[in-house]
């Protein structure tokens, strides 16, 4: 290790890393960020001129840069889009995480015949992939003239078993002592749940909520399927008409107005992931890990 | 009143004490049942009417005509089914092994607890949080043929322009890049689990036996992550099987049939064709597949514990 320099060494030294360590975080890191750096090059698309994307020079930052594309994509109906989306992935996010909570609750807390029958089906059904049921379920909600409703978005969302399991998974160790003392004071059994037990189950709520906001908001085939009117598309469906490629697409507007429109899209995921990492590492690797 | 009539404590006033085996929540049904009907009617309904429906001749205007076997016999003849289990064999191909090992090298890289490593942490985890939308638009725009960033950089090896997407012979593998760079998060995260797992002590023995980073990797990680290794490569292979949305946002699965999946052309045969029957069977032969790989890896996983 002589042939580096002290300040080097005991940079590595202190973070007990060695002379092979440096090149493989050199590396890995710059692995990384090329891993990221698609998202990078569709927002400095989205800030170019479209006469400055169809060239052969690459420039990561753009010479000069217009909100024009932002602009463009509002000729479209993306703030219908938009608001579908939110209604969509917030009502069904808070009914399937509160659902959740209670079921999850029960199942851990509660004793009543049938109980376990009841978690063994919620936990096979994990193997029907929602593809199979998909086309039937179409045709009964055109059946049921729900075609391109809110109801047909939201309700067959709902029955996640994955916010079910995350809560289970909690009060299966949540100490009996607080709910004994409760109960002593005559709390019932409605009570103890919503104004003691869920106000402690913070963590598998903030995961539950967080990954089940963008698995709704990132929803594709079933909103694709069910929304058969332009003004009932979600983001993800009416964006994804955007693409400006041959085949069957129509060749809406150039590569900067599609970046800016994924741009929209992708931002509050990207947020919410950034900013919640822990919980959506936590919940997605507990999720599947330990069923 | 004397002390003794009172007990010690108040008896609850739902009648038996929290451990009590004996004791009944009926409240539990009522609890269960918020989340039991919709799952019950969205979720478990829709298979069993959709057996039915696999078995009739049915479009959006009209009404069922029962025909039997003739959707699997059709099926079995399709030309297209063929073409969407072949293709989704090839995605496997490319798709599973890529995001299996490029997972675990990465989950070995920032399982180091380099400076940095929680960074990239969440950059390697990112795209597995976005909409396959933005997968799609993303890589259509990196994969065009003149002006995509992929061919620039190809260019310095002296590669010639690649038609990703538009020529019958590259879509396929287009279509792949995309998905391993979306999929590749979820490996990846259950891979840095396991290792974090890994009882630190044993590394601690073998760095004092001497053992190299090749010998710890063999004699120690591998091992230790057989049961997440077999689990990321089943998780990985079903949702190749069920490979959709990039597919349509980013090819229709063209040129020609060239990038078609099966849950393409069931959608195909459903909504463009309105042959909802026929859609229902081609989905039931998908999920038998998809069915024996789930309980092949079950099998496998419990072998193990």
Do not use: C
Not at chain 1, 19 to 40: E, Y
Request: aromatic share 16%; hydrophobic share 55%.
């Amino acid at each position: 290790m002589n042939f580096l320099p002290n300040r080097l060494r005991n940079w590595l030294d202190e973070r007990r890393m060695t002379a092979i360590d440096l090149p493989i975080w050199l590396i890995g890191m710059a692995v990384a960020f090329a891993w990221f750096a698609p998202f990078v090059w569709m927002v400095s698309t989205s800030l170019k001129y479209p006469s400055d994307v169809m060239t052969q020079d690459i420039e990561w930052l753009p010479h000069r840069v217009t909100l024009n594309n932002y602009i463009k994509v509002f000729d479209y109906p993306i703030v219908r889009w938009g608001l579908n989306s939110i209604i969509q992935a917030v009502t069904s996010t808070a009914l399937s995480v509160l659902f959740g909570a209670m079921a999850g609750y029960a199942l851990a807390r509660l004793r009543f015949p049938g109980r376990d029958a009841l978690f063994a089906i919620f936990l096979a059904s994990l193997m029907i992939p929602t593809e199979v049921s998909i086309i039937p379920m179409l045709l009964g909600v055109i059946k049921l003239g729900w075609a391109s409703s809110y109801q047909a978005l939201i309700l067959p969302t709902i029955g996640n078993v994955f916010s079910v399991y995350i809560f289970r998974q909690f009060f299966l160790s949540f100490p009996k002592e607080i709910e004994e003392a409760a109960r002593v004071d005559g709390a019932g059994p409605l009570r103890l749940f919503f104004l003691i037990a869920l106000p402690l189950a913070r963590a598998p709520a903030i995961a539950a909520t967080v990954i089940l906001f963008t698995l709704n908001w990132n929803n594709f085939l079933w909103p694709l399927l069910v929304t058969f009117d332009e003004s009932m598309k979600t983001l993800p469906v009416g964006i994804a008409a955007f693409t400006p490629v041959v085949g069957t697409h129509t060749q809406l507007e150039g590569f900067s107005v599609a970046m800016a429109a994924v741009t929209i899209l992708s931002v509050p995921s990207l947020l919410l992931f950034f900013f919640l990492q822990r919980y959506f590492i936590q919940g997605i690797s507990q999720g599947s890990l330990k069923q | 009143m004397s002390s003794a009539t009172l007990p010690a404590k108040m008896p609850p006033r739902w009648g038996h004490r929290i451990d009590d085996d004996r004791r009944v929540d009926f409240v539990g049904y009522l609890f269960v049942a918020f989340f039991s009907v919709p799952f019950f009617l969205f979720n478990i309904l829709p298979v069993f009417f959709g057996i039915y429906v696999g078995f009739t001749r049915w479009s959006i205007i009209g009404s069922p005509r029962w025909v039997g076997l003739d959707n699997f016999t059709q099926a079995f003849n399709d030309r297209w089914v063929w073409v969407g289990f072949e293709n989704v064999l090839l995605y496997g191909l490319l798709i599973v092994p890529s995001v299996t090992v490029l997972g675990l090298v990465f989950a070995l890289f920032v399982n180091r607890g380099y400076p940095l490593s929680g960074l990239a942490r969440a950059l390697f985890f990112a795209p597995n949080v976005v909409s396959a939308t933005v997968i799609g638009l993303v890589w259509v725009w990196l994969l065009d043929t003149q002006y995509g960033l992929v061919n620039h950089y190809f260019s310095f090896f002296g590669v010639g322009a690649i038609p990703w997407l538009t020529s019958t012979q590259w879509s396929l593998v287009g279509v792949s890049i995309a998905s391993v760079w979306w999929d590749l998060g979820l490996a990846f995260v259950l891979f840095l689990a396991a290792l974090q797992d890994i009882p630190s002590d044993l590394t601690e023995a073998a760095l004092v036996d001497g053992a190299g980073p090749w010998a710890r990797l063999r004699f120690i990680i591998l091992p230790h992550l057989r049961p997440v290794l077999s689990m990321v490569v089943t998780l990985q292979l079903i949702s190749t099987l069920r490979i959709f949305s990039q597919v349509y946002v980013m090819t229709n699965g063209g040129p020609g049939v060239s990038s078609q999946s099966p849950i393409y052309y069931v959608y195909q045969v459903a909504i463009v064709r309105n042959l909802f029957g026929y859609a229902s069977a081609i989905a039931m032969l998908l999920f038998i597949g998809i069915l024996m790989l789930t309980l092949l890896q079950r099998f496998i996983l419990s072998e193990r514990a």
